[in-house]
């Protein structure tokens, strides 16, 4: 605001102010006021602390022990599909199985022609459960959401397509081994 707008407005207000002196022992009686506010503030607060300071400090004791408790017996608990539902257990059961079985025929087919192709498909497996154990942390923290609970099969179903190729990958070097070495005793 400029000078002239603030000279305006108590022009304005000119006559409005209360400009009246204060009766005589006015001070006196406003100190008077005050200490007695101020005593009575002072009991108040003298009492408060001693009535709630155990109660609060026993409140305290029961809601630590109460979160140990909770965290003892709830922390066990697992994060996976077979904690949201009986029917996600079946899927993650079901997949679980299948990822064992593509395993075991993957190690079966072990030789020195393949072992790259089995050791990549190792390496991207892994890579995929690290994966998989920041979604089972997702699943706890977002209270079962759909979109996590997909991501979760999602990368089940990435782990058994890895497997699946790998093997379909093994098939094709043997074939070629084995075409190339008829070849060669066909020429012999």
Known sequence: ????????????????????????AHE???????ETQNNSAAKVLKLKPSIWKPIFAIAASIVMLLAVFINLNGGDKKSDL???????????DFFTASINEEL??????????????????????????NDYAGLKIDLKESGEDNRVIYAMISNFQNR?????????????????????????????
Do not use: C, H, W
């Open 1 to 24: 605001m400029n000078d002239n707008n603030i000279d305006k407005v108590f022009e304005n207000l000119k006559n409005q102010f209360d400009v009246d002196s204060p009766k005589s």
């Open 28 to 34: 006196l009686r406003f100190q008077q006021k005050l």
């Open 82 to 92: 077979a904690s949201v539902s009986p029917e996600m257990a079946k899927t993650q």
């Open 104 to 129: 075991r025929k993957l190690k079966a087919e072990s030789s020195p022609e393949v072992q790259v192709l089995i050791q990549d498909a190792l390496k991207r497996i892994q890579v995929l459960e």
């Open 160 to 188: 058994i397509d890895i497997l699946q190729n790998t093997l379909e990958q093994i098939e094709i070097v043997k074939q070629l081994n084995y075409s190339s070495d008829g070849l060669l005793e066909s020429n012999i």
